[in-house]
């Protein structure tokens, strides 16, 4: 009986110590719902037909508010204040009594939602973390979290506001002039030029948009056979006219057009799919997720790797609509045949430099700082779009993979892709080295 009563006891202590410790547990404290966060944020994108290039910013503003949230107490990860183009230091903020990483999610979800957003577009998920909220912490420390966040997010907010976006939203229309070599709209949707303007957008690390200017496109010329121009045509033409099944899964996997039009008949609807952008974004949940990074160290992978891709686009984006360059596409049905398709949709917009080899690239170099080169691991994001999954050895050998996708799908030239690679790693290691902390590996 003495037994029994000795064992009973110690279970109840062991039972009110295991409750105590999971009431003491923070449940905003996980690297995974941070993750789920941003995938809620790439959903909207999605779900809106924002372009690419248009996602990049709405990711890297919010991604730098859940920065600046866990810089003001983890001391792994100073301020991008000073480091970033125009980013003031956040006033002096009390963070007594504030759950940080919550305070973090939240000003993540504001600012994704108000950059290019309508307010009110996470609003659903935001109610969800507030439930989280109540039922682990006290009114008081709900409202110091809420207000700290609205702080955040209100500096960040008004500092994107100073990047010219608005400006471009009403320059002066692209024109297209139909000239051999120059870019005209394509087929099947004759879309207008995409974001002709992005060149004026202010980066946020490179010190102008023409910092890392590659050299020139291959001079037009379809009538000589042994230039360099005509080859290039060639070679991409006889790549598509005999696509094997793993060339195609590889261009599939690397679609992310975002909108797609498809055609039939004469009806016609779009296709989302991710971005580019949020392709990689969700590539840095899969590293975090696969390295067991704590919070802080997937809140600091996640806007180091957005601030790349969004200076990468600059950086193409100047150097597209410097050329003016016209899509292989338009080129063969116009020399060669008439019926000739690309695997994938022709984007709206110049040819060189290509947009996905560029910031696929500069994640990698960003991702390569955080987690380190030869870090292994398999790509499931397009599993929701019914496509199969993908492994690579690094984040590196991905990016390089992407350079033939772009090719496989008979939209951007082999020699395009080759320089776009070298372009997006120099805005990549500038940024990784301009931004790092001290968890940063050495990717040199």
Not at 93 to 109: E, K, M, Q, R
Not at 252 to 267: A, N, Y
Not at 384 to 391: L, Y
Request: hydrophobic share 35%.
């Amino acid at each position: 009986m003495k037994q029994i009563l000795i064992f009973s006891v110690a279970v109840f202590i062991f039972s009110s110590c295991s409750r105590k410790e999971k009431a003491t547990v923070n449940p905003f404290n996980d690297p995974i719902l941070f993750a789920k966060t941003v995938k809620e944020l790439n959903n909207v994108v999605m779900e809106n037909n924002f372009s690419p290039i248009v996602a990049s910013r709405n990711y890297a503003y919010a991604s730098i508010a859940a920065y600046e949230t866990i810089s003001l107490t983890d001391p792994r990860f100073p301020t991008f204040s000073g480091r970033l183009k125009q980013l003031t230091p956040l006033p002096r903020l009390d963070t007594n009594g504030v759950n940080i990483p919550y305070a973090s999610l939240l000003a993540f979800c504001k600012v994704g939602q108000s950059v290019t957003f309508p307010e009110g577009s996470m609003k659903t998920y935001v109610a969800k973390l507030d439930s989280m909220a109540a039922e682990s912490m006290d009114k008081e420390e709900i409202d110091k979290s809420k207000n700290l966040a609205d702080v955040v997010a209100k500096h960040i907010i008004d500092w994107s506001k100073g990047d010219y976006y608005t400006q471009t939203r009403t320059a002066e229309k692209y024109e297209v002039k139909n000239e051999e070599g120059r870019w005209v709209p394509t087929p099947p949707a004759y879309m207008e030029a995409v974001e002709p303007h992005w060149d004026m957008i202010r980066p946020m690390v490179m010190d102008s948009a023409d910092q890392f200017v590659p050299p020139a496109p291959p001079a037009f010329n379809v009538k000589d056979t042994s230039s360099k121009y005509y080859k290039e045509v060639m070679l991409i033409k006889n790549a598509i006219d005999s696509l094997t099944p793993e060339q195609k899964h590889i261009a599939d996997f690397w679609d992310d057009l975002g909108t797609r039009t498809i055609v039939k008949g004469h009806v016609s609807f779009l296709k989302k799919k991710f971005s580019p952008t949020g392709h990689w974004m969700n590539i840095v949940g899969i590293a975090a997720e696969k390295d067991k990074a704590d919070f802080g160290t997937t809140v600091y992978a996640y806007a180091l790797t957005s601030i790349s891709m969004f200076d990468a686009f600059i950086q193409c984006w100047d150097e597209k609509y410097r050329d003016n360059t016209v899509r292989p596409e338009t080129v063969i049905n116009k020399y060669f045949d008439p019926e000739w398709r690309p695997f994938l949709e022709t984007p709206p917009f110049p040819e060189y430099t290509c947009g996905h080899s560029t910031i696929s690239s500069a994640a990698a170099e960003a991702l390569t700082s955080v987690f380190g080169d030869n870090f292994a691991y398999t790509d499931t994001s397009e599993l929701e779009f019914n496509i199969p999954s993908r492994s690579f050895p690094s984040f590196r050998a991905a990016a390089i993979e992407n350079n033939w996708a772009r090719f496989y799908g008979g939209i951007h030239y082999h020699n395009s892709c080759i320089i776009s690679n070298e372009y997006g790693k120099k805005v990549g290691d500038l940024v990784a080295d301009k931004l790092k902390s001290s968890i940063s590996k050495k990717i040199n």
